[in-house]
C-alpha cells in the first residue's frame, strides 16, 4: 500500500472534514493508495484551529502559519487547500508549481479571471493531478442517475432543476463571516459559495447552459460583526438562474433551472437535483439523503417509485450495502475518487470522478453571466 502524503492548508471547517476523512479511508478496503495527513497550515496558529488536529492526527509533523513552508517541505506530497475565495488563485497555484498534487475547494477562484488563471497554471504542469472538491456528486442516488445519463436512459430531456438551500441567514443576529463579505468571498455572492456545488452535476451530465436570465437578491444588508459593530453584509443572498440548455444527444434546448438561496426558510444544506425526461425522471435531495425517486414510462401508468439506495457507492465501504449513507460519507467517497485517479490514471466511470478544473470554468462562465443578466436586466448568451 502506497502512502500519499497530505498537507492542509485552511484549518476550518472543510480542513477538519478533510482531515477527518483521510483518518477513515481503509473504510474503503479497494483503495490501492492511502493518504496521510504530515503538515497543516493556518493563518492563525490558535489551540482552537490547531489542537483538534494535532490531538487527533498522530502523523503530523509540520505546523506552521505560512502555506509557503507547507509547500517546500519535500514530504508533502499533495494539498489539500480550504480557504476563503480571494486566495484560491495564489495558493493553488503556488501548490501546483510547487509539484504538489491539489484537491482545492470550491469555487476554484473568487471569479472568472482567478479561475482563468489557477486554470492556466495547472496547464503548466500536466503531471499533478488537480481536482476541485464537490461532495454531492457521490451521494448513491447520484450515481444512479449519473449511471443513467450514461445509459441515456432519460430519452429527450423535458427540464432539469438543481439547488442548494440553507437557512441559517434567515436569523438576522447571525454574526457576518468572510462569507458574506464580497471582498472574501466574491461578487459571486451565494453563488460561489452554494451554485458551484449546485452547478457541477449537470455540467457533468452535459446539460450546457446555452443563455442565462438571473435575479439575484441581498435580504439582509447589515450584521454584526462579533465586536459588536453593524457591519455591511454585501453577498448576494439568493440566486435563481434560469438557462435554455443543450444535451449533446438533442439539437432541442430545454430549462434548466439553478436555485442557489442562503436565505430558504426550514431549509440546513439541501441540495437537491431534479430531472425530467420522456422515458424517465428522477429526483433526489439530501433532505432525505437515503431516496432516490424515479419515474420510468413506458406508455402505461406514470407511477413514480421511491428506491431505498443505501450503500450504492462508487468506491466500495466496508459499510454493508444496506445501510444508510451521510455526508462526511460523501466527502470520504470523493477522496477516495481522488486517490483512485491518482493511482489509476482515471476514474472507474464518468460520475465517478471528482470535479476538474475544465468543469470549474464552465460554472465560472455561466456565475459571471448571470451577474450580468441581473445587472442588464437581460438575458445573457454564454
Ligand atoms: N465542500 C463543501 O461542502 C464546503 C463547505 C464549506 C466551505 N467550502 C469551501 O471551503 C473553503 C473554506 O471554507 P471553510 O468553510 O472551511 O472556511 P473556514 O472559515 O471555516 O476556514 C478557512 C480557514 O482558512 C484559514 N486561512 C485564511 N487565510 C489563510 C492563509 N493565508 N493561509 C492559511 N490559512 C488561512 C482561516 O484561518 C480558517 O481557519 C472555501 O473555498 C469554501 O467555499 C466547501
Not at 438557462?243 to 438561496?261: D, H, M, W, Y
Amino acid at each position: 500500500m502506497k502512502t500519499v502524503r497530505f498537507g492542509i492548508i485552511g484549518c476550518g471547517v472543510m480542513g477538519r472534514e478533510f482531515a477527518s476523512a483521510a483518518a477513515r479511508c481503509f473504510h474503503l478496503p479497494e483503495l490501492r493508495l492511502r493518504p496521510e495527513v504530515v503538515a497543516i497550515c493556518n493563518r492563525s496558529l490558535t489551540p482552537e484551529r490547531i489542537d483538534w488536529f494535532t490531538d487527533n492526527i498522530p502523523t503530523i509533523e509540520q505546523v506552521t502559519g505560512d502555506y509557503r513552508e507547507l509547500l517546500a517541505n519535500p514530504d508533502v506530497d499533495a494539498a489539500y487547500i480550504a480557504v476563503p475565495h480571494n486566495l484560491h488563485e495564489e495558493l493553488y497555484c503556488a501548490a501546483v508549481r510547487a509539484g504538489k498534487h491539489l484537491m482545492g475547494e470550491k469555487p476554484f477562484g473568487i471569479d472568472r479571471k482567478a479561475n482563468n488563471a489557477i486554470l492556466a497554471c495547472i496547464e503548466k504542469h500536466p503531471d499533478r493531478l488537480v481536482r476541485c472538491v464537490s461532495q454531492f456528486m457521490f451521494f448513491p442516488a447520484v450515481q444512479r442517475i449519473g449511471r443513467m445519463v450514461e445509459a441515456d436512459a432519460f430519452g429527450e430531456i423535458i427540464e432539469v432543476s438543481a439547488g442548494f438551500l440553507h437557512c441559517s441567514d434567515l436569523n438576522p443576529d447571525k454574526p457576518i463571516n468572510w462569507k458574506r463579505m464580497v471582498e472574501y468571498n466574491g461578487e459571486y455572492g451565494c453563488m460561489g459559495d452554494l451554485g458551484s456545488h449546485a452547478s457541477y452535476v449537470p455540467i457533468r451530465a452535459g446539460w450546457e447552459p446555452l443563455n442565462v436570465r438571473a435575479v439575484l437578491s441581498n435580504i439582509v444588508l447589515e450584521r454584526r460583526d462579533g465586536k459588536g459593530r453593524t457591519v455591511p453584509c454585501d453577498t448576494w443572498d439568493n440566486a435563481t438562474l434560469v438557462c435554455e440548455a443543450g444535451a449533446a444527444n438533442s439539437a432541442r434546448v430545454f430549462p434548466l433551472t439553478l436555485k442557489i438561496q442562503r436565505i430558504a426558510p426550514g431549509e440546513k444544506n439541501n441540495w437537491y437535483l431534479q430531472v425530467l425526461g420522456t422515458k424517465a425522471c428522477a429526483r433526489f435531495s439530501t433532505k432525505s439523503a437515503n431516496t432516490l425517486e424515479i419515474l420510468e414510462y413506458t406508455g402505461g401508468e406514470q407511477a413514480w417509485q421511491r428506491i431505498d439506495m443505501g450503500h450504492e457507492v462508487a468506491y466500495r465501504s466496508i459499510t454493508p450495502e444496506g445501510h444508510q449513507f451521510g455526508m462526511s460519507d460523501a466527502i470520504l467517497q470523493m477522496l477516495g475518487a481522488f486517490l483512485h485517479e491518482l493511482g489509476e490514471g482515471k476514474s472507474p466511470s464518468r460520475f465517478a470522478g471528482c470535479v476538474t478544473p475544465e468543469e470549474t470554468a464552465l460554472a465560472h462562465r455561466l456565475f459571471t453571466a448571470a451577474l450580468e443578466s441581473h445587472n442588464k436586466g437581460t438575458v445573457v448568451a454564454l
